[in-house]
């Protein structure tokens, strides 16, 4: 299998989006009645770009992209946001000087992607987004056509029609009044634009993913979990065979909200502050720091609760005589501290297996894509 | 070459466990939930065992293996159950072999594989098998997990 490499080589965010500023009809990019102002180069144009099947993350925060280029993995990402504002001819002149990615819609400019977080931070406001607690979210007239759009910056047409593409989907959230979730319709809207790419899409849990990408040497035996903005996904595998996979609507963006209505900031700045560097092994300096810590812990109780709760009221798991590895992935489980964190708390539950170790993925922001990698270049095998 | 293994179960999280674990032990599996063509399935295949999860089914379709004893005449069938040996299955001269596995063990229903085939035979014993090498292992992995020949 080959590996990712370097950030050098993470290719993506905007750079991989060609800037003709032609204002080309969004209709022929996404089939809707909107317009787009930044021409995506078809695969052939863009440096480097090959064929083959590709790994697609569909995240709340982000969307990341995989594929294999010779001997590496490309990766590419793009935040699942945007931010509108009104148009102008000014506003858009300076849009595309500054090479920023928006379209045009009911007199509104969408500013979408990485660039939207920019945007919402100058203001001093939040970032929309087009997906919620894992979900495509219902609030949002646009959100269909923007994450379109985002899918678009990042995955272009097939050099052969049919190509695989394995793209993540989230389980189906625990909950506590048995009601329904919209996966169904979530995993058939973004399945029908592939479609409409030129790709034979498939989908692949979150969680499973994980797995696929990290959980290789253990043949494909352990619990893959995704912590990602919106919601964290897991899944028990044994030898690739998802046996139990669900989800908790609880991720990185409860604690963004929790703490920024904690100490008054907007959720958007709390995350860049969260990612900045949150350490989680040593003692909160100040305000926010506690408060990310609480709501951290919160989180990963929650979360291990869980576990213990799925996993001891199934009667579908097989017997597991070697203890299993849990490997843990997603911007969420990235701050100094947390695998020390997740650890503490297992010691607090009961599984009818034991657990061989914990561990936090390589490259926890692009595990999940580069397990629908691999399983894309199984499926097209 | 591999031995092939036919399966039927009618629960697919139960079949994809025996399968992928037959496989990952060198067999060359063909699952199946419906048993109404059984026959044809069993004389296309030819397997060198059969192996019937018996959970999930309804009685009058394990009934339907009675009929097939010419077909499976000299291949073992192995019964997974979660409870003890019954005679909801019953085919007339063929020697049936119980693996109750309560919760599924896909590594008992393989070790039970292993040895009907090592005492007919058709499989070296264990302990005169030569296991791959750790990189002949890794390169197995991969090109069972990627459905390679």
């Known amino acids: ?105 009911n007199k509104m400019y969408y500013i979408i992607g990485d660039s939207a977080e920019n945007f919402a931070n100058m203001f001093n406001a939040n970032t929309r987004r ?7 979210t219902l609030h949002e007239d646009e959100g269909v056509a923007i994450i379109q759009a985002i899918i678009k910056t990042l995955v272009q047409r097939p050099k052969k029609f049919g190509e695989v593409i394995c793209f993540s989907v989230p389980g189906e959230p625990l909950r506590d009044n048995h009601g329904s979730s ?28 994980v797995v696929m990408a990290e959980l290789g040497d253990e043949n494909f035996t352990g619990i893959g979990i995704s912590m990602g903005g919106g919601m964290c996904n897991i899944c028990l595998s044994y030898m690739s065979v998802p046996v139990i996979m669900y989800s908790i609507q609880k991720g990185g963006d409860n604690i963004d909200v929790s703490v920024g209505r904690e100490v008054g900031l907007s959720a958007t700045k709390i995350k860049g502050i969260k990612e900045g560097g949150t350490d989680l092994s040593i003692l909160p300096k100040n305000k926010v720091e506690l408060a990310i810590a609480i709501y951290y812990t919160d989180l990963v109780n929650h979360l291990v609760s869980s576990l213990e709760q799925v996993i001891s009221s199934s009667n579908k798991i097989p017997k597991i005589a070697d203890p299993v590895p849990i490997v843990i992935s997603g911007g969420t489980a990235s701050p100094k501290g947390f695998k020390e964190k997740f650890e503490s708390a297992l010691q607090s539950i009961r599984l009818p297996f034991e657990i061989s170790s914990v561990r936090i993925a390589k490259d926890p922001l692009y595990t999940t894509a580069k397990g629908s990698l691999v399983m894309a270049v199984s499926e097209a095998k | 070459m591999p031995f092939s293994a036919v399966i039927f179960s009618a629960e697919a999280l139960r079949g994809a466990l025996i399968s992928k674990t037959l496989e990952k032990n060198g067999y060359r599996v063909y699952l199946y939930n419906k048993v109404h063509s059984a026959g044809d399935i069993l004389e296309a295949k030819a397997p060198q065992i059969v192996i019937i999860d018996k959970e999930g089914y309804f009685p009058g379709e394990l009934e339907s293996f009675s009929l097939l004893s010419g077909i499976l005449k000299g291949i073992p069938l192995v019964i997974v159950s979660n409870s003890e040996a019954d005679d909801s299955i019953h085919i007339k001269d063929i020697s049936v072999h119980w693996c109750r596995s309560n919760p599924l063990d896909p590594l008992a229903i393989v070790a039970t594989a292993n040895s009907i085939l090592e005492a007919s035979g058709s499989l070296p014993a264990a302990s005169d098998r030569i296991e791959p090498s750790g990189k002949e292992a890794i390169a197995q992995d991969l090109m069972g997990f990627l459905g390679m020949e």
């Not at chain 1, 058939?188 to 969680?207: D, H, Q």
């Open chain 1, 1 to 105: 299998m080959t590996e990712a490499t370097g950030s050098n080589d993470y290719s993506g965010r905007m750079d991989d989006v060609g800037r003709s500023g032609s204002g080309m009809s969004i209709e022929e990019q996404m089939g809707t009645s909107a317009s787009i102002s930044q021409k995506s180069l078809d695969m052939e144009d863009r440096p480097g770009g090959v064929g083959g099947p590709i790994g697609l993350d569909v995240g709340t925060s982000n969307i990341v992209m995989a594929q294999n280029r010779g001997s590496k993995i490309s990766i590419a990402k793009q935040l699942n946001a945007f931010f509108a504002i009104p148009q102008s001819k000014f506003t858009k002149q300076i849009l595309q000087q500054n090479d920023v990615v928006f379209f045009e819609h």
């Open chain 1, 182 to 209: 919209n996966l169904s319709g979530h995993e058939s809207v973004i399945k029908m634009y592939l479609e409409t790419l030129g790709y034979t899409p498939i989908a692949i849990n979150e969680g499973l993913a």
């Open chain 1, 130 to 136: 087009t997906m919620e607690k894992g979900f495509l």
